[in-house]
């Protein structure tokens, strides 16, 4: 049985307007939380439920808003993220797109509690049909009295603007965020100062995904307490996950996080097994940036016990033998696949989306990016991969923001999993241009799963 | 002619501009080159860029610094439809790669080209957030899903038909 908070509605005809959502029992976390909660209760609230921001990093979101600086005279502001680009991941795109008063009603709550009066949805840019979507469920919300001055007669006043973004993956992280909100190009800022303190315009700030901000919704309706009864360990509540590659049933799910990794990829209810009866061969669980596992590591942990889709279980082991929850963007791969070129293809992104300010970032994403396309011409060198750790390892930790250890990690995971598989490249390079390495001597050990 | 936004779109540039503080009518910046794009020929030449500097009272490197720093501005003229195809890891999986080069042969133009008619540019670009979808690619303000070989053929199709139309 799984339990939904935030897609439960998702599939009711006409959910994306107004009418149908408030019907379905929409805007009544709001009614509750700005008639009957003061804005420290709601942060305290969020605080019980032991919710984590859903961007990614995992952050514990009540922990984030208590930060906030509220230094007398000075506006503060809540931006919602919305830059979702982590390759794998397309589960916020899902909820503006379907349900998007969500977001809207989870907004006004919290710029309620942060006390932001001027709030701002940052989406990527691509999203162009989104920003109607979302413009239009504002426009609704003001006219029915959920924005605009003097909200409920309480007093508080709260306007939501979307502004687009242009294309650039760096701006999913919060201080690029606010520097293109600002106008500016998007070089994350040097911390600290932290957004809670100096942010949008250096006024206080606090940056949210846009589920993150979608389970406040929930988290008032049923109680802080309640919603961390939901999951298991600090893994509370739901998480979207939005799953993709060689799988039956590609798609957004949401899941109480106390499924088991191999049920959530052979379960008719998730992605329903793996295309073609194929087997798995390997799994990227949280998004292009976490490292990938292959089949035997990715169901069970070194230990050998059961691996679950919640933040612990899939970070048991550490970098060694484990992954991460990221932003639940789950990419599958089945036997047919190499895992060089789709090492590449992130590597090439990683080079085409760094903002080129730290020199360990902008140099050593485009090295990488040349010697994986060297190995996928069949022009590699056997010293090649021990260039490539080394250049990861430069990387990571030695640059202002988190974008370099996004870039450095796929490619150490890749190697340290596959490293048989890049030799094999280089050894076979002929061969390697017209077939894959399948699955060879670490394979799969379970049978194919009908 | 002298590059200058219509009535319409200028009141839609001061309703964006109202959204910031006072003094702070650089953040409308990004959304004003993306009506700037839109609005002469879907790219931003200099003269263009200077027009949005002179709107919004800034210098003019500020706005070329930010239009050539992110992705979907176009510095240089596009086609009048440009293919936007996905080319990172999970859109790969799914043959992507295949796509790419189906459209180079159909238009024979390589990837950064348009084709002489000014019709169609093609463009490689990196996860657009469709990967349950793929192989996938931007057509304007539309994603375009779970790509196959006829599909490319209907969208070209119905991309010259419509052009066709309009002219």
Known sequence: MSIKLLLDKVHVEGIRTYEVYKREGGYRAAEKALKTMSPDAIVEEVKKSGLRGRGGAGFPTGLKWSFLAKPEGIPRHLVCNADESEPGTFKDRYLMEFIPHLLIEGLLIASYALGSNNTYIYIRGEYAWIVDILEQAIQEAKNNGWLGKNILGTGFDCNIYVQRGAG???CGEETALIESLEGKRGNPRIKPPFPAVQGLWNRPTVVNNVETIAAVVPIINITGEEYAKIGVGR???????????????PGVYEIDMTISVEEFIYSDEWCGGIKNGKRLKACIPGGSSVPILPANLLLKTAKGETRYMNYESLNDGGFVSGSMMGSGGFIV???????????????HFYRHESCGQCSPCREGTSWM?????????????????????????????????????AAAWPVAAAIRHFRDEFEWH????????????????????????? | MAVQFSQDTMNKVQEIIARYPEGKQKSALLPILHLAQESFGGWLSVETMDYVASILNLTKIEVYEVATFYSMYNTKPVGKYVFEVCQTGPCMIEGSDEII???????????????????????????LGACGYAPMMQLGKHYKEHLTKEKIDTIIEECSKSASVNN
Not at chain 1, 235 to 249: D, F, Q, V
Request: charged residues 20%; contains cysteine; hydrophobic residues 35%.
């Open chain 1, 235 to 249: 893994s509370t509540g739901t998480k979207l996950i939005s799953a993709c590659g060689n799988i039956n049933k």
């Open chain 2, 101 to 127: 080069n189906y459209i180079k042969d159909k238009l024979n133009i390589g990837v950064g080209e348009t084709t002489q008619d000014g019709l169609f540019t093609l463009k490689t670009v990196e996860c």
């Open chain 1, 168 to 170: 650039a993956y760096i």
């Open chain 1, 333 to 347: 791969l089945d036997e047919d696949q190499c895992i060089v070129k789709h090492t590449a293809t992130l590597a």
């Open chain 1, 369 to 405: 990016d040349k010697i994986f396309q060297r190995l996928e011409k069949g022009q590699g060198k056997m010293s090649d991969i021990d260039l490539l750790w080394h250049i990861q390892y430069n990387i990571d930790g030695n640059t202002i923001c988190p974008l370099g250890d």
């Open chain 1, 426 to 450: 280089i050894t076979h390079a002929a061969e390697a241009q017209t077939r894959n390495f399948g699955l060879a001597h670490y394979a799969d050990p379970l049978p194919v799963v009908q």
